[in-house]
């Protein structure tokens, strides 16, 4: 060691790389278990999860743990998983939807009775 002011920013680079190995790995643990419930196929595990591992990736950016454009790499490679679950869980929702309103024009033709025909009294 040089001088003691080499010594005190030895000291504080050590301090730095202990918080930043802290935040990356936090980051690619949520990330793993994102990609993990993705694979699993719940759309509402998946959809918590992959909120949890961007919201890691903008804190370990913001703080410096990770560059910036990794963060934004790795968020777009996880929502490039995650698109096509959200997409078909949507396309579910909505083909329930159209057969519930098809069910309900079934059910008030049947309720009215048939068309053109009057009743006896």
Request: glycine share 6%.
């Amino acid at each position: 060691m040089g001088n003691r002011s080499a010594a005190k920013a030895w000291r504080r680079s050590e301090r730095q790389q202990l918080r930043n190995r802290s935040g990356r790995s936090v980051a690619k643990t949520s990330v793993r278990r994102a990609e993990q419930a993705v694979a699993s196929g719940d759309p509402q595990a998946s959809a918590e999860e992959v909120q949890v591992a961007i919201s890691a990736l903008d804190r370990a950016a913001q703080k410096g743990a990770l560059h910036a454009r990794t963060a934004a790499r790795r968020k777009s490679r996880l929502m490039k998983k995650y698109n096509p679950l959200l997409a078909a869980t949507i396309a579910a929702k909505e083909e329930e939807a159209a057969a519930r309103k098809r069910r309900g024009k079934k059910e008030e033709a049947t309720k009215k009775g048939r068309p053109g025909k009057k009743k006896k009294e």
